[in-house]
Each structure stands twice: as structure tokens, then as C-alpha cells.
């Protein structure tokens, strides 16, 4: 069979389980919606924790941006696996305790007060919302490269999916088809993996085959710092960042892990606080399989990259090469018209453009895998975006239905709520749809929001809130907001109003603003004690509600208080 | 009730203590070997990897799954000891 049939039955088939999945698990009341009834097994809500994580850019990009980068990639090794410590540390066993649905409710309840709720509302409709549109144009972008239909068909075919799992199944729904699409998403990364490394290097673990030895025995690490610094590159295995501000992302990365709504609701659909600890180390477990393979399929894939274009004869490269410049994921252009292909990082005298993306969509090609591996990943790529989208719908559908409508009216039936929740999940799957046909400019920029606002607002505060009795509403409100609108301007700063002076000498102690959102978490810390210290400790029953909430036993599901 | 507020007391204390503990390995291994302390490390190797980048892409990563199982093992300990396990 050609890759084109294999793609559509692979495809095709694990579109079919969600679909059944969805109906199987319909959600009938608002806290099946909300939380999936509180049931879930730690072991179950890791994986789907993992998938819901695990993003379109994990799954298709990662890889490829380390290539690229070396040893600065690991910035988002660390970052995107790091905060699941914190996760797991400081935040899910308590927000667990705690035991109502969403981040919002707990701002608000813990910080006595709506206004403290409506700026989290915002903050989780802000993050979720940049990061759907993201994942709604990588559905469409798998869709187009390897279905060959059109971007906006496939945006909107996959609309079509999650609207039908997200907004019938709720909570439910999700966590079951995110467990399917964690298998399929995980097996389709690994695959490629495994034989890329059994030929390169002869070790069919892909993790220990990056320290392994390639053909004549040299190590590849040491291989590749070699072919790359004689091309005129930055060696491999160094930075070429500064210090400061590699450690400021990782940070920023890490903390924003921590205080994403979508990740945090999570832990609310396990019955007990031990459940939601142990559900972390799964969920890291689960996740660490992808992020420990993946530097290996960088250096893979930009070792065969080189090793098999790089220098050769312009009419002599292999197949995949041609079939890639037709996406325009790889360009060979002979400039000096010698004959053969130049690779140097100076632009007038490159001859070889490989778009990031390539590391891991082509890998079945360069290493000549069978079809269905190349369908395989289709479906693997589909599943990470798919599953990704879902959980941040959920979150804004919650967002808008709980944290927004029940406020205002708290007198509303469940009957009335759980529709305006489905209604609020339709509107949203529309809208983010909509940003997947017509991608605003600067997707690649937000995603540095969202992270330093997640990082600027929640986090501290949610910390706080379950670390200190002491903390009242007056510094929340005044530390987030002060550490949203630090970060904020900073990144519009920088990313919109002068992008040309988004150099290192004009930032502040060197950090880029994709770091930015550790120096506003700084903020946030700083300015909420200042201001707690000098405004009235909380009532009594919130400091009862922070003592409970650190005691484990009698953790119910998640309820109304 | 005195004394249990007492007792509650003195177990979230020993709850910060185990987290303090497990966050400073965990500030170890990935901004200390991984970013602060990278370029003395790749001197060491082991195999193929220069220690300090391997921690920085895969070293820390493991540790940090470690981090989490220890941290739900003895917190399931305290709890027991203390009473306040969930049943």
C-alpha cells in the first residue's frame, strides 16, 4: 500500500476510537463535565495528563528547534518536565484537597473575593485561547502534508472531532480519548526513533544511542560538534546563549508549566489527595518517555541531515529530499552553481534551507521505514494537537460557565450550567477554529506570553494561597497584577513596538522576553508580601479553609462548598 | 483539640522539610549541573556524553521523575504516621 492509503486507514481508524470513546463516555451532569466525575485512576490521569501536555509543538516542532539549537534546546527539555515538580510538590495534592473544578474558583474562594476571580478568568482565557489557535493550525498543517487536502479543510475536519468528543463528553470524554491518544501518539514518536537509532548507531534505545558511536566508531556527539564547528557552526553540545538568560527560560518555562490551567484542572479527577501526587510521577513518566527520546532524534536528525545533503552533488541527493521541497520544508537552491550543495550559516552563500518541523515529519523517509510508519506518524502528530485542543476547550468552556456565569448567578440549575458549558465549548472550538484557518502573524510570539503570564500570575499566587495563612486578598490581586502587566509590557515591548531592539544589550540583566515571565513571578512574590504585610490578615474561615486543605484526610470529589 | 492542632502543626512541618529537600535536588540538577555548573561538567565524560549536557537533556529529566516518586512515597509515610491518611 502507498503511503497516502496508509495514512488515511491509520488515520482514519484513530478518529474512529475517539468518536466511540466520546459517545461511550458522555457526561451527564457538571461535575462528570467538569472533573469526570472525580473517578479517574492515578494511573489513567497521568496519560492523559501526558497528552494533554504533550502539544502539537512537543510532538512535531521540539525536536527540530534542538536540532537547531543544541545545546540551548535544553531549555524546553527542562522547562516543559521541571515544572511537573512543582506540579506535583506544591500544587496538585493541595488544589486536590481543596476540591472544587477550576483555578479560578480557587483564587476566589481562597482570596475572598470575585475580583481576584474575574482577573484569574481572564489570565485562563488569555493563556488557553493562544494556545488552541496554535494547535487547531498544527491539526491543519498534518493534514494538509500528509492527507493532501487543503490547511482549512483540515482545520476544519478537525474542528468537527473535538467538538464532537469536547463538548459532549466533557471532562469524561477527554480523559478517555486523551489515554487512546497518548498510546498512539507516544508509539508513532517512538517507532521512527528506535530505527533511526538502530542504524545510526546500533542501539535500539534512542536515549542511550545519542551518547552511542556512528560508523568507524566515533561518538556522535563528538561527530557532529566536529562536521558542524568545520562547516562554520556553533559546536553542538554548547551554548551560545548567555547564562543568564537560559537559566531565566528554563525558569519562566518550568513555573509556567506549573500555573497552566488546563494542566492543574488535571488533578481534579482523581478521588484522593495520594491519587494526585502519584498521578503526577505518571503523568512525568509518561511525558519524560517523549522528552528524553527527543534530543536523540535531534542530533539524529541533524547528523543524517548533513551527513546525506550537506557537500553532495546537487543531482544526486536522495528521494526524500525531493519529496520535502515540495512543502517547502526544505529548499536546495545551488547559488554558486558548482553542482553541489553548500550548508554554512551565512546566508549569502547557503544553499540549503531545512524548515524544523522536517526532524521529525520526514524521519520515516530519510531513514527508509515503511509506509505505514509514515501513517503512523501522521496519526501520532494528529492525536498530540487533537488532544492538546481538547483540554484547553475545557478549560475556557469551565472558564466562561462556572467561573464567569455561575458568579454572577449562582442561583442557575445544573441542567442550565452544564448547557452553557456545552454552548461555551462550541463558541470556543468556532473561534479557535477560526484562528486556525487565519493564523494571526505572531503565533510564534504568544506562546511566550503564555507562558510568562501563566508563570507572572497564577503561580505565585495559587503558591502562596497554600504556603502562607498570612496572605490576604489585597496582595493577590495587587502581586498579579502587578506581575502580569510587568510581563506584559515587556513582551509587547520587545515583540511589537520595537522588535528591533530585541537584542541581548537592550534587555534588562540580559533575559528575553521569553524569559521574562520569571522576573515577573520575582515581582509578584515581592509585591503581594509588601502589600499583605501592611493590609488586614485574611478572615477566619479562609485561614480554616488553608488549614484543611493541608491535612489530606477528607478529600470528597470535587464538590460545591 | 489543642493538642491536635499541635500535631497538625508539627506534621506540616515536617511536610515543608521533605519538600525543601526534594526542590533543592531538583534546583541541583537542572539550573545547577544543567545551566550554572555546565561548562566544568563537560570536562567529565561518560560514553559518549559530556556530563554537563547530558544533564542538561536528559540527566535532569530523570531525576526529576525520581524527585516525584520519593516525594509520593514519603509523603504517603507522614501520613500514615500521623494519622491523616486518606482510607
Request: aromatic letters at 14%; charged letters at 15%.
Amino acid at each position: 500500500m502507498d503511503i497516502l492509503t496508509w495514512t488515511y486507514l491509520l488515520v482514519g481508524f484513530s478518529f474512529a476510537i475517539y468518536i466511540g470513546i466520546a459517545i461511550y463516555t458522555k457526561a451527564s451532569s457538571t461535575k462528570e463535565f467538569y472533573t469526570a466525575g472525580g473517578g479517574v485512576s492515578p494511573l489513567a490521569n497521568g496519560m492523559a495528563t501526558a497528552a494533554d501536555w504533550m502539544s502539537a509543538a512537543s510532538f512535531i516542532s521540539m525536536a527540530g528547534i534542538i536540532a537547531f539549537s543544541g545545546y540551548d534546546g535544553s531549555v524546553y527539555l527542562m522547562g516543559w518536565t521541571g515544572g511537573y515538580v512543582l506540579l506535583a510538590l506544591l500544587l496538585a495534592p493541595y488544589l486536590r484537597k481543596f476540591g472544587k473544578f477550576t483555578v479560578p474558583d480557587f483564587v476566589g474562594d481562597r482570596y475572598y473575593s470575585n475580583k481576584a476571580k474575574i482577573v484569574a478568568v481572564i489570565c485562563a482565557l488569555f493563556i488557553s485561547f493562544t494556545y488552541v489557535a496554535g494547535q487547531m493550525r498544527g491539526v491543519g498543517i498534518v493534514f494538509s502534508r500528509y492527507l493532501e487536502v487543503d490547511i482549512n479543510t483540515g482545520v476544519i475536519i478537525g474542528m468537527t472531532i473535538v467538538f464532537f468528543y469536547a463538548v459532549l463528553g466533557g471532562m469524561k470524554g477527554i480523559t478517555y480519548t486523551q489515554v487512546a491518544q497518548y498510546c498512539v501518539l507516544i508509539f508513532a514518536f517512538m517507532v521512527p526513533a528506535i530505527f533511526v537509532s538502530m542504524q545510526l548507531t546500533s542501539n535500539p534505545v534512542p536515549q542511550l544511542g545519542l551518547g552511542g558511536t556512528v560508523e568507524g566508531g566515533e561518538y556522535l556527539l563528538d561527530k557532529l560538534d566536529g562536521v558542524l564547528t568545520d562547516l562554520g557552526f556553533h559546536e553542538y553540545t554548547t551554548g551560545r546563549k548567555p547564562t543568564a538568560d537560559i537559566f531565566a527560560i528554563t525558569l519562566a518555562l518550568m513555573v509556567g508549566t506549573a500555573g497552566l490551567p488546563h494542566v492543574i484542572v488535571r488533578f481534579f479527577t482523581v478521588p484522593r489527595v495520594k491519587d494526585a501526587r502519584l498521578s503526577a510521577g505518571y503523568a512525568l513518566v509518561f511525558i519524560a518517555i517523549l522528552y528524553t527520546t527527543a534530543p536523540a532524534v535531534a542530533a539524529f536528525g541533524i547528523y543524517n541531515a548533513i551527513d546525506t545533503v550537506a557537500g553532495q552533488p546537487v543531482d544526486q541527493l536522495p528521494e526524500w529530499v525531493g519529496n520535502w521541497q515540495k512543502t517547502n520544508l526544505i529548499t536546495v537552491e545551488d547559488k554558486d552553481r558548482d553542482g553541489f550543495v553548500q550548508y554554512t550559516p551565512y546566508q549569502d552563500t547557503n544553499e540549503l534551507n531545512i524548515d524544523k518541523d522536517i526532524m521529525v515529519l520526514a524521519a520515516p523517509e530519510i531513514a527508509n521505514l515503511p509506509n505505514w510508519v509514515v501513517g503512523l506518524v501522521a496519526a501520532g502528530g494528529m492525536a498530540a494537537a487533537l488532544s492538546t485542543a481538547a483540554g484547553l476547550l475545557l478549560v475556557i468552556s469551565t472558564a466562561v460557565s462556572r467561573d464567569l456565569f455561575r458568579t454572577f448567578s449562582p442561583s442557575m440549575t445544573e441542567k442550565r450550567e452544564l448547557l452553557i458549558a456545552r454552548i461555551a465549548a462550541a463558541t470556543a472550538v468556532v473561534i479557535a477554529g477560526y484562528f486556525g484557518v487565519n493564523p494571526p502573524g505572531f503565533v510564534a510570539e504568544v506562546v511566550a506570553f503564555a507562558f510568562g503570564l501563566a508563570a507572572a500570575s497564577f503561580f505565585p499566587v495559587i503558591i502562596m494561597g497554600i504556603f502562607s495563612t498570612r496572605m490576604n486578598k489585597e496582595g493577590a490581586i495587587a502581586g498579579m497584577l502587578c506581575g502580569l502587566i510587568f510581563t506584559l509590557s515587556y513582551i509587547i515591548y520587545f515583540k511589537f513596538i520595537h522588535p528591533e531592539l530585541n537584542t541581548m544589550e537592550h534587555w534588562w540583566f540580559g533575559v528575553s522576553p521569553e524569559g521574562i515571565g520569571s522576573l515577573g513571578m520575582a515581582i509578584n512574590f515581592l509585591v503581594c508580601y509588601l502589600v499583605s504585610m501592611v493590609t488586614p490578615a485574611p478572615p477566619q474561615k479562609v485561614q480554616d479553609i488553608i488549614q484543611d486543605i493541608r491535612i489530606p484526610r477528607g478529600a470528597g470529589s470535587a464538590h460545591d462548598h | 483539640m489543642d493538642e491536635h492542632k499541635q500535631r497538625m502543626k508539627y506534621y506540616w512541618k515536617r511536610n515543608i522539610r521533605i519538600v525543601l529537600s526534594l526542590l533543592a535536588v531538583w534546583f541541583l540538577v537542572s539550573f545547577g549541573f544543567g545551566i550554572l555548573m555546565v561548562e566544568p561538567l563537560n570536562a567529565i565524560r561518560v560514553g559518549g556524553f559530556k556530563l554537563g549536557f547530558w544533564f542538561a537533556q536528559q540527566g535532569s529529566i530523570f531525576s526529576f521523575v525520581v524527585l516525584i516518586f520519593i516525594y509520593v512515597y514519603k509523603m504517603n509515610k507522614l501520613d500514615e504516621e500521623f494519622d491523616v491518611n486518606e482510607k
